[in-house]
């Protein structure tokens, strides 16, 4: 394994500490997504997970996310991963960390990995920041499921979904 660079040293010291905080905002922000998306009862968004995937397939299909202000592209990309990344954890089990391997594309951003169900790779992760990032440069009619099932096929984990 490599040496980590001043630099690295100092976004995972930053990121170590902020992880709780991170995660602890996980289900405020998906509330707070849900309600903004219109769902009657934003609690279903973190508790049904795949219900809420068909209001938000239905919320940004169409959505130009060009003309947004940086800001809210910034605030709909964190809710994004949050929703995803709990979407993942609710289908595969596993839990949310900091990669710290140098070696990854994801070094030193929030994933989720470790995922317990089916025959999942204990190494595997999903690097949720990636996954928003390429999705929101779609152009509108963008498909987040879609976005979603190439990921899961894209990394194994689609045979091993328990349906």
Not at 58 to 79: G, N, V
């Amino acid at each position: 394994m490599r040496e980590l660079t001043a630099e690295e040293v100092e976004i995972r010291t930053k990121r170590r500490k902020a992880f709780r905080s991170f995660v602890a905002d996980i289900k405020p922000a998906i509330l707070e997504f849900a309600d903004l998306a219109g769902v009657e009862n934003p609690q279903t968004a973190v508790e049904q997970p795949e219900k809420f995937l068909k209001v938000l397939e239905a919320f940004l299909k169409a959505e130009d996310i060009s003309e947004l202000e940086q800001k809210d592209k910034e605030w709909l990309h964190l809710r994004l991963m949050y929703f995803i990344g709990q979407l993942f954890l609710h289908r595969y089990g596993g839990i949310w960390f900091l990669n710290e391997n140098p070696e990854a594309k994801s070094f030193l951003r929030y994933v989720v990995g470790y995922f317990e169900r089916g025959s999942v790779p204990k190494n595997l992760s999903v690097d949720l920041f990636s996954v928003v990032e390429d999705f929101l440069a779609q152009p509108p009619e963008r498909s987040l499921i879609l976005t979603i099932k190439e990921v899961e096929e894209e990394m194994g984990l689609q045979q091993n979904r328990e349906l």
